[in-house]
Each structure stands twice: as C-alpha cells, then as structure tokens.
C-alpha cells in the first residue's frame, strides 16, 4: 500500500512538471525531465522496497522455541526421567507448567523495537547466593534470555546468603532505576517490605524459589518460579521407598525427614512432597520424625543435626535433608552412627559432585532430584519480559527437574551445569559402569 501510495505522488509531480514545461519545450528538455523522473521513480521504489523489509514480522516462541536458540547445552534433549508434576504454590495454588510459557510475536516486535529505539528497558538480576552451580546457573538463564530479546541488564548482584546484604543490594539497585528486578530472596517475611517498596517505584518484580510474603500479584510481583519442590520430593519419596522394599528388602522400613525450622517456602516443599508420596505410596513405610532445625551448627555443618536424629531413632533405615549438602552431612552421620550403607537410603533434592560420587561409590545417598536451573532463569526472563509490556504471566510457574541415579547422573550433571564433569568424577563413573556391566 505504501508503495502505490509514493508511486502516485511521483507520477502526479511527473505530469505537473511535464504539464508546466508547455508543449513549447524542447524535445531534449522534455526527455530530460522524463529520465530525471524514471530515476525518482526507481529510488523511491527502491527505498519502499528497503522500508518493506525491515517491517518484519515475528512468530510466536514457546519457552522450547527459546530454549533451543539461546543454548546449546539444552536439558530438554536429555533422555532422564523428569520428576512428578504436582508443583503447589504458597497459597495453595497449582503450578502451570513452564511448557506453557510463549511470547507471542507481538510481544517479541515490541521488545525488539524498544531495544532499536535505543532506549530498551532496563533489567537487574538480584540474586541472595551464588555460591553453588544451581544458583548461578539460575542467573544465567535469566540474564542471558533478557539480553537475547533487547532487554538490557544494568547488573548482577549476590549477597552471599545474607539477608541484611540483600536488602542492601536491592536498595541500591532501586537508585539504578531498572524497569525490572528478576531475583531470590532470602528470606520471605523478612524481605517483604523491601520488595512492596520496589514495587511502589513501579519496578517490575519476579522472583525464584522463594515470594515475598503477602505482596499481591499482579500489582506488586508479576511472576513467581520454582523448580517444582514438591514434585521434587515426591521423587525423592518413591525412590526412598522402591530402594527399602525391593533392593534392601526391609520389612516395614521406618524413615525420618529434616527440615528448615522457620518458614521457608521452597525447602518445605520438598519434604511435604516426600512426605505425601510416602503416604500415598508405601503403607507399610512408616515415618518416625520430622525434625526441623534452625541452620547450621557452630561447626559451620548439618551434622550435629543428623547425630541426634539417628540417636533418637537407632532403628531408623532412611533420611530426607532438605537438599544436597545437608545430605552429605547426613551420610557422615549415618556412617559415625553404625549404619550400613547398603541398608541405609537417603535421598534428596539438588546434585552437586561430590553427592553424585556418593551415589556412585554405593554410598548412603542413592537418588537425587535436580533442579532444571537454566531453564527456572529462562522461564523468570519470559514473565520479566511479559511484565514490562504489560501483560503479566501466570503468577505461579513450575519446571520440572530430573530424577538422577547412578545411571544417568553424570550426564544430567554436566548438562544442567553447563560444565565438564572433573576427571576424578568422570573416573568414579567409569568405574561405576564397568562393575554395573556397563
């Protein structure tokens, strides 16, 4: 239309040029006039036809879509079992599926031509830890999705698992004046008012894992993530309970669980999870305890924990720690505390090295349920972009993880840590396979 509109006007201004010449003019002026013309002509259409291509037309993208043009390391090809599906959120709400998240082609025109005005929106990426790979991978898929559709992040922040440097951080990036803040909190009572702050500014807000407490969506926080916590100890739960019944072949197993003793969304998960597929799954497994405790102890571990668990229940054939490293404490305990570990199973959430060597030198730990993390960040980075163009996502997302055994741990580990397993963990391996007929 653009194009037959120029051509007109070109045309009309060739016959007022040519009408006002008179049909006195020379014949040379005349044709010069008409060559002058075509050239106008010829440049305007070749600017039309410029113009034509640069209105480009976007197709919607699903989160798989993304995932597999921003990454190559995309867990999405990994061949592993993906936990149980039954994510619930602090207010009770069930989780939409992180397969559910698009951003549609208008939505990806307009953060695209924001970016190309040379003004794009601003983004923060605040995190209370990276000081393990989930958290930092976390992050990655964040900032890294954002920067993909325009979205320029102004900063990364960690506060190194304290809460009071986490208010500090989020303070200061409120003088940065982002339009955005994707981020973990600490702690989500503590941190509450903080964030209902940000949000006065009228800085979009989506958080990881963990939501601050009583803030409204979507007026206050635009989006919530979690890597399925619950479904996550689901997992944990059946494995516990195949291992106990069918591989040690105990009768009437008793199990205990730990948990963190304050309120803390994402950690609770976990046990509620296994605690319900327990329940649900294995009658004659029977649970003795489940004890909270307020962090770690002066000796800077879980273990103190564990010791007077196992003391207070000597019987006792299987453990729950709310994640991985409280586990490796845990197999310590167990083995000072006389339990064998062909006995004895502990499973639980999130995998780092040394917890998969664990599991592959059949030691106490005997299933992990991971965390995907880049993908959690992707799916924070597509409601931070939904957010900013007003139209905010659903307000509870869930990723499932994946359940990692001896069998496939390794691979699960280097995929969704972006990493190359060390060479002691890829001997520990090889090991395992030759032994296992592998």
């Given at each position: 239309m653009k194009r037959r509109i120029m051509l007109s006007l070109v045309i009309i201004a060739f016959i007022v040029v040519f009408g006002l010449s008179g049909i006195s003019c020379k014949s040379e002026a005349a044709e010069e006039t008409v060559a002058e013309t075509e050239e106008t002509v010829a440049e305007t259409e070749e600017a039309v036809a410029e113009e034509v291509e640069e209105e480009i037309v976007y197709e919607d993208l699903s989160i798989l879509d993304i995932l597999e043009t921003i990454t190559d390391m995309n867990s999405e090809n990994l061949d592993a079992p993906r936990t149980r599906d039954i994510a619930v959120g602090p207010d009770g709400e069930a989780g939409v599926s992180y397969k559910e998240l698009l951003l549609t082609g208008e939505e990806i025109a307009a953060i695209r031509e924001k970016a190309d005005s040379g003004e794009p929106y601003t983004a923060v990426v605040a995190w209370h830890q990276m000081r393990s790979q989930k958290d930092t991978v976390q992050a990655l898929g964040a900032k890294e999705a954002l920067e993909y559709f325009g979205v320029k992040v102004i900063d990364v922040s960690e506060a190194h698992g304290d809460c009071e440097t986490h208010i500090k951080n989020l303070m200061t990036h409120a003088q940065q004046n982002p339009d955005l803040i994707i981020s973990v909190p600490y702690s989500e009572k503590a941190e509450a008012e903080t964030y209902r702050k940000l949000a006065q500014d009228g800085i979009k807000l989506v958080t990881v894992d963990l939501r601050p407490y009583g803030l409204s969506y979507p007026d206050e926080v635009q989006g919530f993530v979690t890597a399925n916590d619950r479904g996550n100890g689901y997992t944990c739960a059946e494995y516990m309970g195949n291992w106990l019944l069918d591989v040690a072949k105990i009768e009437n197993p008793e199990v205990a669980a730990v948990k963190i003793s304050f309120y803390h969304y994402c950690t609770a998960e976990r046990i509620k999870g296994w605690q319900l597929g327990i329940e649900e799954l294995f009658p004659s497994i029977k649970i003795v305890e489940i004890a909270g405790c307020e962090g770690r102890s002066e000796t800077g571990t879980y273990k103190p924990h564990f010791d007077a668990l196992f003391a207070?229940?000597?019987?006792?054939?299987?453990?729950?720690?709310?994640?991985?490293?409280?586990?490796?404490?845990?197999a310590l305990a167990a083995k000072t505390a006389g339990f064998k570990a062909d006995e004895f199973c502990i499973t639980t959430t999130d995998l780092n090295e040394v917890s998969v060597m664990e599991m592959l030198t059949d030691g106490y730990i005997k299933e992990l349920s991971t965390p995907d993390?880049?993908?959690?960040?992707?799916?924070?980075?597509?409601?931070?972009?939904?957010?900013?163009?007003?139209?905010?996502?659903?307000?509870?997302?869930?990723?499932?993880?994946?359940?990692?055994?001896?069998?496939n741990a390794v691979e699960i580990y280097e995929t969704i840590y972006r990493v190359d397993a060390s060479p002691e963990l890829k001997q520990i391996y090889d090991e395992w396979k030759a032994a296992n007929g592998g």
């Open positions: 207070r229940h000597p019987e006792l054939d299987g453990c729950m720690p709310f994640y991985d490293y409280p586990a490796l404490d845990a993390p880049y993908t959690v960040g992707v799916s924070a980075a597509i409601l931070g972009i939904k957010a900013l163009l007003g139209n905010p996502g659903p307000p509870f997302v869930s990723v499932q993880g994946f359940a990692a055994t001896p069998e």
